[in-house]
């Protein structure tokens, strides 16, 4: 998933960095309330994991003013306020989840994807097109029952393409998908790993749309 | 009432009000019936004597009766029989002026019952026995009668009457016993009341005590408790507060020791497994320094001592915080410099050094490199100073008196401060009767924080 991670706490928010990279989200971080809505009104984005107490605007407000002009983003609050009081309005103003710190790293994924597969409208947690299953909590991908090696990013393309099933994926729209702005991209990476996909789970998955992008069709 | 009393059991009123109440009732009952018993036998005296005279002019009409008839009194027995039963107890003597006894009862002594001269009633000697005597002439001064009688029988009658009279002034003293307790018990009840109500108090209950059914004596009592309690219950509520912010402080830095920890074992790399290991420490080292300044502020918190407090130079403790912070100041490329004249104040020497450690980080940790901080001591006509000036960002007008508050930072900053450095100061300054204030820096850039000292003693 892209994620956008705002955290104003330096340590915090880099160890969150990396430990969703980890994960293989691509994630950016941004460390002030202002700079934190503007990315999220510009990026496209799968999720956004929110500190409350933040410099120059404060979490709620944030939240409020993007659900206020529709975005539709799911939004995870982590806060150092464990009080229901402030659940209650968090989730009220439009959060989608909240975790109170201290919290564990994969309780944050898997919350992430919880968040994200209600936003997609898909109740069960893997995803099956055809004879391919791909399980997003596990990272594993199966094709006709046996288990496919797939990399990191192989592997988020492949679930974003499926995510989007039926619709035609930019390139640009995939490689901000899988590498966060501080990434070194290589002009051709999304056409390695398309190719990749390709051999390893058949050469029909993935179809290439001419001078649009790719895309995975409805089974 | 000592002060070895109140440390023991201290003194009840009700045992107080009920001897004092008790021992009142019981003297005046035993006055009154002194005082009846002696109207008593007054009385008693008084019919005894009547008695005695009434016999004395009986026997003495009759005496002069005889002398009138036979020119000597006869008929002794007679004379008996007309006065008294019997002649025990009972003596007479009828006298002529020459001192001749012209007759006499039985067992009379030859010699005058009373002084031959004296008129009226007196005391004699019959046998070992103080009789009561009467003596009286005739209106013709013929004839004079002593007369005495044995006492004991009225004694006896007033025993009797004496004890009658204490047991009916026990019986009373009894009742008024049973009512002055009754009434002491009623009258301290409300207090007792009170008592029972402030004593099963739990610790956590806090609550006023109701005083409406309180007497008014036990108003000011009540009332003072009253206030007490609400000083303890704000005190509380900032103890609680804080705790609550401390604990919410501290979460953010478990969070990022947590997410560091659980990242370290999932780096991918070495360079990723170092890098969040220095975090890792760095996550830990903040979270001491929090803790750190939790403790500070709240030894700060704590009333000053006298064995505590003596005269320091507070350029002494500037130069040594100085020399502390010369180390990171020169990492960081600060010019850190000081100008320091010596003056004394009264303070807590290990409180004043937290207070200079807190002025000096703070405007370390925003002052940008190249940066330069000043320290300066002095006095000027108030009283000592302490100042420390940057010349980094600033602080905004507004936000000039909300930065003592804990935990709060400004807005845009990095939060790597604990966000108490500044309330410490302000807490520093507040128990040494000094007064904090923030202004521009010179050339109204960056920072001067200033402390006003009490001038010392």
Redesign the interface.
């Known amino acids: 998933m892209r994620l956008l991670l705002v955290e104003?706490?330096?340590?915090?928010g880099?160890?969150?960095q990396?430990?969703l990279a980890?994960q293989g989200h691509a994630v950016d971080w941004l460390?002030?309330g202002v700079a934190g809505e503007l990315a999220a009104r510009d990026g496209d984005y799968d999720a956004m994991v929110l500190d409350l107490g933040l410099?120059?605007q404060d979490g709620m407000q944030l939240i409020a003013g993007l659900r206020r002009d529709g975005f539709a983003v799911p939004i995870l609050i982590?806060t150092?306020?464990?009080e229901i009081r402030d659940r209650v309005q968090g989730l009220d103003m439009g959060a989608d989840d909240f975790i109170?710190?201290?919290?564990?790293?994969?309780e944050l994924g898997a919350r992430l994807r919880a968040a994200h597969r209600r936003a997609v409208g898909r109740p069960q947690a893997a995803v099956v097109h055809g004879d391919i299953r791909v399980d997003p909590a596990a990272r594993q991908v199966t094709r006709a029952g046996q288990p496919v090696a797939l990399t990191g990013r192989e592997f988020m393309l492949l679930l974003h393409l499926l995510e989007h099933r039926g619709r035609v994926r930019s390139r640009s729209q995939l490689q901000e998908s899988l590498y966060n702005w501080t990434s070194e991209i290589e002009s051709n990476a999304i056409e390695v790993h398309v190719h990749n996909l390709r051999r390893k789970l058949g050469k029909d998955l993935i179809r290439t749309v001419h001078s649009q992008g790719y895309v995975i069709d409805n089974a | 009432m000592s002060s070895t009393t109140l440390e023991t059991r201290g003194w009840s009123l009700r045992a107080r009000l009920l001897a004092l109440l008790l021992t009142l009732a019981a003297a005046l009952f035993g006055a009154s019936a002194v005082i009846n018993w002696r109207a008593h036998h007054e009385a008693s005296d008084r019919l005894f004597d009547d008695s005695l005279r009434e016999s004395a002019s009986l026997l003495l009409q009759l005496a002069e009766h005889e002398m009138a008839e036979h020119g000597q009194v006869l008929g002794l027995e007679l004379l008996q029989a007309e006065t008294r039963p019997g002649p025990d107890g009972f003596r007479f003597q009828i006298w002529t002026p020459a001192m001749q006894a012209s007759v006499r009862s039985g067992a009379a002594s030859q010699l005058p019952l009373l002084p031959f001269q004296m008129e009226g009633f007196g005391w004699s000697t019959v046998g070992t026995g103080k009789w009561r005597a009467y003596s009286a002439w005739n209106r013709g001064h013929t004839l004079q009668i002593q007369i005495a009688q044995e006492p004991t029988r009225h004694a006896a009658l007033d025993q009797v009457a004496l004890w009658r009279m204490a047991g009916g002034a026990l019986l009373l003293l009894l009742v008024a016993a049973v009512v002055i307790w009754l009434i002491v018990d009623a009258t301290l009840a409300p207090l007792q009341r009170t008592a029972g109500v402030v004593g099963e108090r739990s610790e956590q209950d806090l609550r006023e005590v109701d005083a409406s059914d309180a007497p008014r004596e036990v108003r000011p009592l009540v009332d003072a408790l009253n206030r007490l309690l609400q000083r303890i219950r704000s005190a509380l509520q900032t103890e609680r507060r804080f705790t609550a912010d401390a604990a919410h402080e501290l979460r953010t830095p478990l969070a990022a020791i947590r997410a560091n920890a659980q990242v370290l074992l999932g780096a991918r790399d070495q360079a990723e497994r170092e890098n969040t290991a220095r975090d890792l420490l760095a996550s830990v080292d903040r979270s001491t320094r929090l803790v750190e300044q939790l403790l500070a502020l709240a030894r700060a918190d704590q009333p000053l001592h006298d064995e505590t407090l003596c005269d320091v130079d507070i350029a002494e403790v500037a130069r040594e915080q100085l020399a502390a912070h010369s180390g990171r100041a020169d990492k960081c490329g600060i010019t850190l410099q000081g100008d320091l004249a010596p003056v004394a104040t009264r303070a807590d020497p290990a409180l004043l050094s937290v207070m200079v450690r807190n002025l000096l980080d703070n405007a370390l940790r925003y002052t940008p490199p190249g940066g330069r901080i000043t320290v300066m001591t002095g006095a000027n006509d108030e009283g000592p100073v302490l100042t420390v000036e940057d010349d980094g960002p600033g602080i905004p007008e507004p936000e000039r008196e909300r930065v003592f508050e804990r935990f709060h930072r400004l807005a845009g900053q990095k939060a790597t401060g604990s966000g108490l450095g500044l309330s410490i100061v302000r807490r520093v300054a507040d128990v040494h009767g000094a007064r904090v204030a923030i202004a521009a820096g010179p050339g109204d850039r960056g920072t001067r924080v200033s402390v006003r000292f009490r001038q010392a003693a």
């Open positions: 104003d706490d330096e340590h915090l880099r160890a969150l990396t430990g980890q460390q002030d410099p120059r982590i150092a306020r464990d109170v710190k201290p919290f564990d790293l994969e």
